[in-house]
Nanobody, 126 residues
Framework: QVQLVESGGGLVQAGGSLRLSCAAS????????TGWFRQAPGKEREFVAAITSNRGFTYYADSVKGRFTISRDNAKNTVYLQMNSLKPEDAAVYYC???????????????????WGQGTQVTVSS
């Protein structure tokens, strides 16, 4: 069973950058596909980016493609989300999620993931 802890959120001006981190413990992290999701007030949790467990294949929501980059360092049990050219509509609580897999898969549906972090707030001022 894996535990996830996000960090790196904060307040940034539009056009700025933030790097979120998600530190995992309690499992063999290289066996888990991971993803980032976000939830703004009054909205449903939405997919942002995903990465496979070991080969590093990635997938992005159209709204962040070209601006956000997901990556992972299995030696450090950490997944990252580099967010550039931030927009006010990117403001939300960002969650890291993981699911145990066999093979190189990524997932975009929140219900597929069974481990979640507590979230980190990202605020973007215009």
């Amino acid at each position: 069973q894996v535990q996830l802890v996000e960090s790196g959120g904060g307040l940034v001006q539009a056009g700025g950058s933030l790097r979120l981190s998600c530190a995992a413990s309690g499992g063999t992290f290289s066996s888990y596909a991971t993803g980032w999701f976000r939830q703004a007030p009054g909205k449903e949790r939405e997919f942002v980016a995903a990465i496979t467990s070991n080969r590093g294949f990635t997938y992005y929501a159209d709204s962040v493609k070209g601006r956000f980059t997901i990556s992972r360092d299995n030696a450090k049990n950490t997944v990252y989300l580099q967010m550039n050219s931030l927009k006010p509509e990117d403001a939300a609580v960002y969650y890291c999620a993981a699911v145990l897999v066999r093979g190189s898969y990524y997932y975009t549906r929140p219900g597929t993931y069974n481990y979640w972090g507590q979230g980190t707030q990202v605020t973007v001022s215009s």
